[in-house]
Nanobody, 123 residues
Framework: QVQLVESGGGLVQPGGSLRLSCAAS????????MGWFRQAPGKEREFVGA????????YYADSVKGRFIISRDNAKNTVYLQMNSLKTEDTAVYYC????????????????WGQGTQVTVSS
């Protein structure tokens, strides 16, 4: 069974850091990009960043470039989203997902999604 499970969300103050995890199972990871998206209340789901499992190459949305870092742990089949210098506008539900499309940022090109984890940035 293909499954993605996010964890690590919570409440953090502006300027703080948080690390999200996405545990993957049930498929061959090496063929995929693993992406992170987020969705704030009343807004569309938007791309945050992604990593290519095969070679660790990453790409990010401009809004998080230089603040967020995506990495992976082969032994744990887990992808991480390290979020630094958090801003109130980073508040959202964060999702991980998988795609076979080259460097995709499109929601409709990701075929399996996790359940999401809430991140709230507030003082």
């Amino acid at each position: 069974q293909v499954q993605l499970v996010e964890s690590g969300g919570g409440l953090v103050q502006p300027g703080g850091s948080l690390r999200l995890s996405c545990a993957a199972s049930g498929f061959t990871f090496s063929n995929y990009y693993m992406g992170w998206f987020r969705q704030a209340p009343g807004k569309e789901r938007e791309f945050v960043g992604a990593i290519r499992w095969r070679d660790d190459s990453t790409y990010y949305a401009d809004s998080v470039k230089g603040r967020f870092i995506i990495s992976r742990d082969n032994a744990k089949n887990t992808v991480y989203l390290q979020m630094n210098s958090l801003k109130t506008e980073d508040t959202a539900v964060y999702y991980c997902a998988r795609t076979l499309f080259y460097k995709s940022q499109r929601v409709d090109e990701y075929d399996v999604w996790g359940q999401g984890t809430q991140v709230t940035v507030s003082s």
